[in-house]
């Protein structure tokens, strides 16, 4: 028998409301072309068909899952355009609950109702309730869903509440040639040019910035989150050019948070460039920005998780949720899937 302990792993960039993916979310009806058409026929028709209960039911799988991983906290981008106010206090009180650190951001978007939707967006922002596991950030979509006055908007409420941007950024094509139909070199020069870019802001993503522009990101002070999974899944390509900056993390976008599982998927797909285990540290230093150093710890018995402490409080031991019963949270997630399945063919 072997121990090894070793701080708890980052998912610096996820999705908690896509958690009942799992369940067997149904194809759309028409096969997706293109990125654009996969977000919409897919990930905005379950963010639409969305309630409260679906979503607790989705973060309370999600979390658990990733707890019993090792993932010891999680930089959750959210979108519930359904049910947007009070979104927030939902995730955070499923992260208090099961005892998981989180950064916390509805992402704002105008895709649905336009500049009050964005507004709403941004005013749940406001609302994360702060505690020793639990920090907000402000949040956008992505470039091509937001006006620049929404963009504006955005970087002042940063400013205000003394946190940071977490924005998608040039995942797709799509990203880039709406920045420059808007008169932009591209979505990061868009960002900065509104004054939405505070020192230690999130850029998911990021498959098609220049390696000037990763450059030029580092240089602002931001931090690129690497998804590969998520990535090769969407055929957006690989974000090759991330490896000129030092400030890269790892995500997976909505995927599970087992990061040894988003670890490997980089080594497949980019070998011994693949720099996972700098990425893994990044995501420590990420979150150290925002909470301070913690201390979140994980212990493997012969690789696997045995026992996991944050914040001081143990929450897996000997393999085993010590904050939540997983069999009830996963009957729950499983019929909770069901009602959102429904729902989504309604929309």
């Known amino acids: 028998m072997a121990l090894s302990e070793a701080p708890g792993a980052v998912c610096a960039h996820t ?64 979108e519930s355009p359904s049910v947007i106010e009070g979104s927030l206090t939902v995730l955070a009180e499923v992260c208090e609950s ?13 895709r649905n109702g336009g500049p009050d939707e964005a507004r709403r967006g941004l005013e749940e ?67 900065i040019a509104l004054g939405a870019l505070p020192p230690g802001s999130i850029l998911a993503h990021g498959v098609h910035l220049t390696p000037d522009q990763v450059r030029l990101a580092e240089a602002r002070g931001c931090w690129l989150v690497q998804n590969p999974r998520s990535n090769e899944g969407n055929r957006v390509g690989y974000a090759a050019n991330l490896r000129h900056s030092r400030r890269v993390a790892l995500g997976t976008d909505g995927w599970n948070a087992d990061m040894a599982e988003e670890e490997a998927a980089l080594f497949r797909v980019a070998g011994e460039d693949a720099g996972a285990a700098e990425r893994l540290a990044a995501g420590r230093t990420l979150v150290a920005e925002r909470f301070g150093e913690v201390e979140d710890r994980v212990v493997r018995e012969d690789g696997r998780v045995r026992r996991v402490i ?7 031991d000997e393999g085993r949720l010590l904050t939540g019963d ?18 989504m063919a309604e929309l």
């Open 310 to 316: 944050v914040g001081g409080r143990t929450v897996v």
């Open 125 to 191: 922002c406001r609302r994360v309730p702060p505690s020793p596991l639990v920090r907000g950030l402000v949040g956008l979509h992505a470039g091509f869903t937001v006006s620049d006055q929404t963009i504006r908007d955005a970087g002042e409420l940063a400013r205000e509440l003394g946190t940071v941007l977490h924005v998608h950024v040039a995942e797709d094509r799509a990203d880039v040639e709406d920045a420059r139909r808007r008169g932009y070199e591209g979505p990061l020069e868009r960002l």
């Open 15 to 78: 999705h908690l409301y896509s958690g009942l993916a799992r369940f067997g979310m149904p194809a759309p009806a028409r096969e997706p072309e293109n990125f654009v058409q996969i977000l919409e026929r897919v990930w905005w028709r379950l963010d639409r068909a969305l309630d409260a209960e679906s979503l607790r039911a989705s973060a309370f799988d999600y979390v658990a899952q990733a707890l019993l991983a090792g993932t010891t906290t999680v930089v959750d981008h959210h």
């Open 326 to 343: 997983v069999e009830a949270i996963t009957a729950h997630a499983r019929e909770q899937a069901a009602r959102l399945w429904r729902r």
């Open 98 to 110: 099961l005892g998981i650190r989180a950064l916390l951001c509805y992402g704002a978007t105008e």
